[in-house]
């Protein structure tokens, strides 16, 4: 599979609680961050380009156009390597990684317990 691609969630995540949703709607393309001075990537969506994960609102995430508010800020992540994979540091927020939980993506403050660890890993595909 090409390395430009990272499946981010699942097809069940918050993003994409439709019944017609598709892998396709849960994987995302890592772009240079969209606030270039952090550097950082930023995942716009393959389904619906030009639309950006961003985090918002404490620890809530979804898809946002380039036009909101924020949106360079919210929406770049720091790559942190781990053991298992990658774990993805808001910008913005120090300490706060994307999680996945549930099926749902959300922001959370780092920890040191395996349950943070695991669930704070992503996988490129």
């Not at 404490?58 to 298992?84: P, Q, R």
């Amino acid at each position: 599979q090409d390395s430009d691609f990272m499946e981010f969630s699942r097809k069940d995540s918050v993003m994409y609680s439709q019944a017609n949703s598709s892998e396709s709607d849960s994987t995302f393309l890592a772009v240079a961050g969209k606030d270039c001075y952090q550097g950082g990537i930023s995942f716009e969506s393959t389904s619906v380009p030009g639309r950006f994960l961003r985090h918002w609102s404490g620890n809530k995430v979804s898809l946002h156009a380039t036009n909101t508010i924020n949106i360079d800020k919210d929406s770049t992540f720091i790559v942190k390597s781990s053991d298992s994979g990658v774990l993805l540091e808001a910008s913005n927020e120090p300490n706060s990684f994307l999680i996945e939980e549930n099926g749902r993506v959300m922001l959370q403050q780092q920890s040191e317990a395996a349950e943070f660890v695991n669930k704070a890993t992503w996988m490129p595909i």
